[in-house]
């Protein structure tokens, strides 16, 4: 699934918007996510701190916790928003990849703000995540 240039750029607007609320006052570094839904619903995630570091919670792991407790199973597009520059573009962590790979389809776009050029860089699941394991459990 694809979606227009228009959708990718409103997505990272609201995953920008979403990192007003991140709770990050350990790494100093907001993070927002957003999710399109099959229906066009668009729900967002931050990063949410503890002091119990490995605690964290990352913005795409929120975004895709509320999504899937608020009844949402399809989904075209996430995006992802850091505040400032990590090592080139802010990708998604290797565990938010295979948490990402359960509920979002190998082709699904994953849009980010490369860096380079501050222009919008798009992935799908399977580029961040080849050979993602899946359950003998298929759903
Ligand atoms: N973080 C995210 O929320 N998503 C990412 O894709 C990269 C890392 C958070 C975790 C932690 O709160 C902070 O960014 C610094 O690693």
Known sequence: MSISAQQAQVLLNAAQAAAENAYAP?????VGA????????ILSGVNVENASFGLTLCAERTALVKAISEG???FQAMAV???????????PCGACRQVMAEFLSPETPVVMTDESNGKLRILTMKDLLPEAFGSVLQR
Request: glycine share 12%; charged share 20%; hydrophobic share 35%.
């Open 26 to 30: 350990y790494s100093d570094f907001p």
């Open 34 to 41: 957003a999710l399109l839904t099959g229906s066009g619903a």
């Open 81 to 91: 928003w850091a505040s400032r520059r990590a090592h080139g573009s802010v990708t």
């Open 72 to 74: 949402h199973r399809e």
